[in-house]
């Protein structure tokens, strides 16, 4: 194996938290399990083809830029001047030898640079010409995302790289292609690479640009003053640099008479991986997590398991790491958690709800009520919205969720937080309701 930098492949470690106790026949196993990836030139060439990694610099990788230049972008013309800066500031960020490419979006998806359907590889002289190549960029024309995420997707497809990823700005509405078009692309980009997306000014749709990032297993926010959007890009081309292996699946294997009810992340934010369920062999499936550099996630595991007597026990399910091989076969990473079922009939154990469990299941409860409690509020519904919104107030304060308390501040004033007592503010600026909206789903982790 050669001798990777830093840069290489995390080492990734699973951990368990749950309360295994059942009563007589119950059927219920949840647990909480904590993914992190620490540290690098642990495993290198042994998770994929040794030619992806370059010896001190990090994985390869390719990223395609997509930027709105439709015509609302000249509204005010400081939009288009910023999303230019925020382009440079991008590409400013790429580490050496990246491939990149800058997409023009409107009605048409459009190469910016450097065209010929090519990516440029990083260095001081492309960036430069990259830069040369922004202040090109126009407002004019209409809206279909789906061809500017296609045409990334292809440009993307041509590398063979290890790192595949997409940013994409918009400001306005999906308005020049039909919701099914876009469905249908994102369905074919889904795994081909991740993409994080914003939403700069206030004219766009809070679930068009939640959904293009949770399809393409990447982060979504809402930029509401475009001077901003030079420092979210930097930040942003920065975790994507920081990413060191792709396309890595949560595999959960269960017992015969034993199935998934659901799983989903939880930290750092909400996200629903049930539905994504690839079939990986008898008794087991992948769920799709994404690329990842250093970090830690949290996945909510909920098993249905046969019932059984008193004194029994059962593995309820196993779960591993793997990431895709050029083969065609997968790789196991080396880490594995044990969720386990015991039926007891002691009360105490079998009534008692694990801390980790307990808290995600607040955080998700939170992401819901508040788009509930918005799109209540959209629709007229004061008293349904006040409820909603209240209840979310209340989770965000049990749960510690200051960051999220924050936003709900914007959009009702709090009587009683302990009790989630609220009243409507009669007037919302249009900002503030779309960042509570658009980052309703991130999570606090649980203090251990």
Not at 277 to 299: C, I, K, L
Request: aromatic share 4%.
């Amino acid at each position: 194996m050669a001798n990777f930098s830093k840069s290489s492949v995390p080492r990734f470690s699973v951990d368990v938290y749950q309360n295994e106790y059942l009563p007589q026949g119950g059927r219920e196993v949840n647990a909480i399990v904590t993914v992190t990836a620490t540290g690098g030139g642990t495993l290198g060439s042994a998770v994929t083809a040794p030619h992806l990694y370059a010896p001190g610099a990090g994985p390869s990788a390719a990223v395609v830029v997509m930027v709105d230049c439709s015509g609302s972008m000249d509204y005010p013309p400081a939009k288009m001047h910023h999303a230019r800066q925020a382009t440079a500031a991008a590409i400013a960020t790429l580490r050496d030898g990246v491939r990149f490419a800058v997409v023009a979006g409107t009605h048409v998806a459009t190469e910016v640079y450097p065209g010929g359907g090519r990516l440029a590889v990083a260095d001081a002289i492309t960036r430069e010409q990259a830069r040369t190549a922004l202040r090109r960029l126009g407002a004019g024309g209409g809206t279909a995302i789906g061809t500017w995420l296609r045409l990334a997707g292809r440009l993307l497809a041509s590398q063979d790289v290890a790192i595949r990823h997409g940013i994409l700005l918009t400001d306005g509405r999906n308005e020049h292609e039909s919701p099914d078009d876009l469905a249908a692309t994102l369905d074919a980009c889904a795994g081909r690479f991740t993409c994080d997306a914003r939403g700069v000014g206030t004219d766009w749709e809070v679930k068009e640009v939640t959904g293009i990032a949770s399809a393409l297993l990447g982060t979504a926010d809402i930029v509401a003053d475009p001077a901003d959007l030079a420092a979210d890009f930097a930040g942003m081309m920065e975790t994507a640099m920081g990413k060191e292996v792709a396309d890595v699946a949560l595999r959960v294997w269960t017992p015969v008479g034993a199935g998934i009810r659901f799983v989903k992340q939880v930290a750092p934010a909400v996200e629903e991986l049930t539905g994504r369920r690839s079939e990986a062999g008898p008794r087991a499936g992948d769920y799709p997590t994404g690329s990842w550099g250093d970090e830690s996630r949290d996945y909510h595991l909920c098993v249905e398991v046969p019932g059984a007597d008193i004194g029994q026990e059962m593995l309820a399910a196993r779960v591993s790491l793997v990431v895709p091989q050029p083969d065609g076969s997968t790789q196991n990473l080396g880490a594995q958690g044990l969720v386990r079922a015991v039926w007891t009939d002691d009360l105490a154990a079998s009534t008692a709800i694990s801390p980790q469990v307990a808290h995600y299941t607040g955080q998700a409860e939170l992401a819901q009520v508040i788009q509930e409690g918005l799109d209540l509020r959209k629709a007229g519904d004061s008293d349904g919205a006040t409820t909603k919104l209240g209840r979310a107030v209340q989770l965000a304060n049990a749960s510690g969720n200051a960051g999220t308390a924050k936003l709900l501040s914007k959009v009702v004033d709090v009587v009683d937080a302990a009790t989630g007592t609220v009243r409507l503010k009669a007037k919302v600026e249009e900002a503030d309701e779309m960042t509570l909206e658009t980052r309703s789903t991130k999570t606090v982790r649980v203090k251990k």
